[in-house]
């Protein structure tokens, strides 16, 4: 860690300052807290003060201490908190290129599964890898992500699918992390896919969920939260209300994936205090009214949806989620990549905030601030991450543009020239 850190030049600064607690909904999620000419000054990891170049060059302890501060000249540039991809699944060993050659030729995601395609056929590699090579893998896909200017990470198990390999799994995310400059939030997804040798035995399957890899990894404490895919074909609500019960009882926090192949009933799920429901492509007015209904409740505990773009442009759909719906109800949400090897291998931030705006019609300031500070409350870590200001993290994204609409506008190339990670400058 540099002693201390001091961007000047800055020619925008996104600071997604807000005074509003809680994830940034509807109008808000336009307010970039946007400063020109900027500086910020991080001190031992964390951001001591946010302004404008002229004040701090004239600021008396930045004067005494000058030498001892490192400075970055940052003109011509645009620097944002580092993005937070809030929904990755970097814990598998090869792309899956014979279901994306049979999606091409017109199989669905359904019938690839069924002919042991899918998620499935990346269990072989998982429970075949050693730990050490898992990591390598899980370690390979987060240095792209930094790469991109992503400075915090989730990252789920969930293609081991026994005790053993999805322990195994969270330990490479652990080790990966360790080895890595940004911030992971662990995630087990025991709760995938039922594997092949609990067919037509969901329950049984569940059961091993709850009460083997559930206690296991809050007992050693690999990870934070607790995720279920809850869809046609995987688990049903019944099933992730027992997972989420369990996660409860053993104070790992919940998220899910709904919605992405069929309708999925949320409302019972939103007791359980989910921190995100993700996918949500088939959304109906109910759930509209569920989640907007939420705006009552403590603003720590708001469940954000988090859309996924990537996979719904990889698997060539034509409909993408109406997030302008979701937005003018109210509705927090986020935009994360979903890395993953069998629908959204890209590790690209700037890519997904590309395809919010072109094919989800948002702005590219909506985009941003769902990709960062929203990002940050879907992880539940925004007292750190997620914006520019004091006391919290230097994590920042610097991005060799003028504007900040560039970045989503120079679609699936990289801008990104540099970030900071917890105080550290690394060079792209
Ligand atoms: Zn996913």
Known sequence: MEPALLLLNIRQLLSLRSNTTGPRRGRELSELGLIEDAAVLCVGGRIASVGKTKDAVRDSWIKKNRRKIREIDCSGKV??????????????????????????????YEQIAEAGGGIRSSIVGVRRATRAQLTEHVLA?????????????????????????????????????????GTVVPTLLGAHVVPREYADREDEYVHIVCREMIPRTAKRGLARFVDVFCDRGAFSLASTEQVFLAAREHGLGVRAHVGQLTHSEIAPLLKYD???????DHVDDEDITALAGQSAISPSHQTVVTMLPASNHF??????????????????????????????????????????????????????AAATINGAHALRVADRKGSIEPGKDADFAIFDVEDYREIPYWMAGNRCSAVVAGGTLLEG
């Open 79 to 108: 620097v944002l908190p580092g993005f937070v991809d809030s929904h990755t699944h970097p814990a598998f060993t090869a792309p899956r290129l014979v279901d994306f050659e049979q999606r091409i030729s017109g199989a669905t």
């Open 141 to 181: 896909g987060f240095k792209e992500m930094l790469a991109q200017g992503t400075t915090t990470a989730e990252a789920k198990s969930g293609y081991g699918l026994s005790v053993e390999a999805e322990m195994k799994s969270l330990d490479a995310i652990g080790d990966a992390a360790r080895q890595w400059p």
């Open 274 to 280: 989910p921190a995100s429901l993700d996918h949500m």
């Open 315 to 368: 698997l060539g759909l034509k409909c993408f989620l109406d997030a302008r719906r979701l937005i003018d109800s109210g509705i927090p949400i986020a935009l994360a990549t979903d890395y993953n090897p069998g629908t959204s291998p890209t590790t690209s931030m700037p890519f997904v905030l590309s395809l919010a705006c072109t094919q989800m019609k948002m702005t590219p300031a909506e985009a941003i």
